[in-house]
């Protein structure tokens, strides 16, 4: 079974680093990235420091060598688990596609190593999309339940983000919800304005309210001062 094993935080770094790289990392750079104030002994011998503590609390946990870390082959971490998920995302049939909860959560949201910033924000921007394509995946099966959950956990994630506001939208419209799609397409268009100024794409509006041209009634926006159709009544759901 599984065990729960406390770490001091200067030995998750090290551990959380190198589930980061999928392949085996040199002991310099992962010393001079993990303490890289100290000077190239004392940060190789922080690093030794590291290995034998997590050695004695996780024995078997981490690949080492004289010149080279990585993580343990039989070992499958958190990370491990998102990654596969997003595969499954892009890969799999519509009957073996993951849960949401899968992708559902950032990458060490509380930690403001710079070492991670990067890569934290690589991973997020292919969770976001790997969650609007399982949302696409979902509203074409007809399972709008999970669309919708899917679709709002990458709203969640970034409320402004108008890709995953779009695929969200069309889940309700493909329910035939035009009523929750309209509202949820007016408070993104509250909430834009609010923080950068900005109006949704052209294109995003034309999605929610069809072209002028059709002679539909109009709204229009202070932002810009020009009308926008909006459903009619009877169309309203």
Request: hydrophobic residues 40%.
């Amino acid at each position: 079974g599984e065990a729960e094993v406390a770490l001091h935080p200067q030995h998750r770094r090290v551990i959380a680093f190198l589930a980061l790289r999928d392949r085996p990392v040199s002991r310099a750079v992962v010393a001079g990235t993990l303490w890289p104030i100290r000077s190239g002994d004392r940060a190789a011998g922080a690093l030794r420091s590291a290995l034998w503590h997590v050695e004695k609390r996780a024995p078997g946990l981490l690949a080492i060598t004289r010149t080279e870390l990585a993580m343990a082959p039989a070992i499958h971490s958190d990370l491990d688990a998102l990654r596969d998920a997003m595969k499954r995302v892009d890969a799999s049939s519509p009957d073996d596609l993951p849960p949401v909860g899968a992708l559902r959560d950032d990458l060490l949201p509380d930690w403001d190593e710079e070492w991670l910033v990067f890569e934290r924000e690589r991973i997020r921007q292919q969770r976001l999309r790997a969650l609007e394509q399982l949302c696409r995946h979902q509203t074409d099966a007809a399972r709008f339940g999970q669309a919708i959950h899917a679709g709002l956990v990458a709203v969640d994630s970034e409320p402004l983000r108008e890709s995953a506001q779009r695929v969200l939208i069309a889940a309700h419209l493909a329910e035939g919800n035009r009523f929750e799609a309209i509202r949820q397409f007016h408070a993104y268009e509250s909430a834009l304005m609010d923080d950068m100024g900005a109006r949704p794409s052209d294109d995003f509006v034309r999605m929610i309210y069809g072209d002028t041209a059709t002679g539909e009634l109009t709204y229009s926006t202070s932002a810009s001062g020009g009308s926008h159709p909006i459903a009619s009544s009877n169309s309203v759901r």
